[in-house]
């Protein structure tokens, strides 16, 4: 398509526009990690980095960071196992109903969130606490892996249909069972899907908020969480902005390495 110069300056425009929107807050936000002044006074009178070595000694940064590592593998596990059963049935079986148990494991993601925590939150209430288990921890990591499992399953449903047959019937044609066929030429050649679907559910269950509250209880307080209770107190402004900084950071390098390992696969 050939396109005027003034379209395509008008593009460029809009592009540039729409990608400021997007990045100067978040590059605000690191900036004003550094800023010395404590109101953050615009433009900043002076850098410091006090305010991370703050942030790394507060006792409640600390066990929020650890809690979302622990939410984030655990769904991450779970999503890596039930996403991979859940494209391989898809891909590679044809059964009534098919289309509709798509729809059922995409649907989660396509939900609003405040929709998915009031449901999972009856879920939990009705079905787990007549046998003494309450919300926290394990519930927040059954909830990130509903949406989870999304990620996981596209990145390997593509890669199925990508690959084809023809190397796993050669494999069994050469007398290799159904174990040793998987392990020797299906995994290896869908080890980068797992590896891509595994960095984006880490990264999206990782600052998740709107699901956790509903499921997180009174005993368990992740990362947005805490930014989220500390945002409007004066006192740790700057640590939720080191916090937030560093949220974009964590959040940042699993998507850019998913991306990198999908994109270097397909070129294959």
Known sequence: MNLSRTARLALRLALALGLGVIYVPLAIVLLNSFNADRTFAWPPTGFTTRWWSTAWNSSGVRDALWTSIQAAAG????ALVLGTMAAFAVQRYR??????????????????GIVTGIALNN??????????????????????ATFCVVTVHNNVLARLRRM?????????????????????VTFPMMRSAL?????????????????TTFTAGAGVKTLPIWIFENLFRP?????????AAAL????????YLAQRLSGSTSTH
């Open 235 to 243: 006192n740790q402004a700057p640590v939720v902005n080191v916090v």
């Open 95 to 112: 059964f009534f109903g098919r289309d509709g148990v798509s729809l059922l494991i995409v649907l989660p993601i396509a939900l609003p």
């Open 75 to 78: 769904a991450t596990a779970i």
């Open 123 to 144: 879920a939990f209430r009705t079905a787990l606490e007549p046998f003494g288990v309450g919300l926290g921890l394990f519930t927040v990591i059954v909830g990130h």
């Open 164 to 184: 084809g047959l023809n190397l796993e019937e050669a494999s069994a044609d050469l007398g290799a069972d159904t174990f040793t066929t998987f392990r020797l």
């Open 195 to 211: 590896l891509a679907g595994g960095l984006l559910a880490f990264a999206l269950s990782f600052d998740e908020i709107i699901v």
């Open 248 to 255: 974009i950071v964590f959040s940042v390098v699993p998507i």
